[in-house]
């Protein structure tokens, strides 16, 4: 079984800060990519940033120079710092992960159950 959980959502004036960290537990052989993606009410999930096990990130264009993503890979563990937050980054922000769980298996991808982040203006 394998879990990631979130946390650090919550409500936030914009131009506020705001620091979300996901933990992925369970038998993990490896983790790939380990990444963010939103949800808005009535849109569609979308990428919000990604991390290779390297340390190579990605961005959406709408958070680039405002939200960075780390990583911390002997906690298989993600965290996405959002700072100057705007309302238009309300969301439910999921963690995402390919990872394996044994040497000889193939990736898969799981998510997290998404936490909560309200930007008011």
């Known amino acids: 079984q394998v879990q990631l959980v979130e946390s650090g959502g919550g409500l936030v004036q914009a131009g506020g800060s705001l620091t979300l960290s996901c933990a992925a537990s369970?038998?993990?052989?490896?983790?790939?990519?380990m990444g963010w993606y939103r949800q808005a009410p009535g849109k569609q999930r979308e990428l919000v940033a990604t991390?290779?096990?390297?340390?190579?990130?990605n961005y959406a264009d709408s958070v680039k120079d405002r939200f960075t993503i780390s990583r911390d890979n002997a906690k298989n563990a993600v965290n996405l710092q959002m700072n100057s937050l705007k309302p238009e980054d309300t969301a439910v922000y999921y963690c995402?992960?390919?990872?394996?769980?044994?040497?000889?298996?193939?990736?898969?991808?799981?998510w997290g159950q998404g936490t909560q982040v309200t930007v008011s203006s």
């Open positions: 995402n992960a390919d990872l394996r769980r044994g040497r000889f298996t193939t990736y898969q991808n799981y």
């Open positions: 369970g038998s993990i052989f490896s983790i790939n990519v």
């Open positions: 991390i290779t096990s390297g340390g190579s990130t």
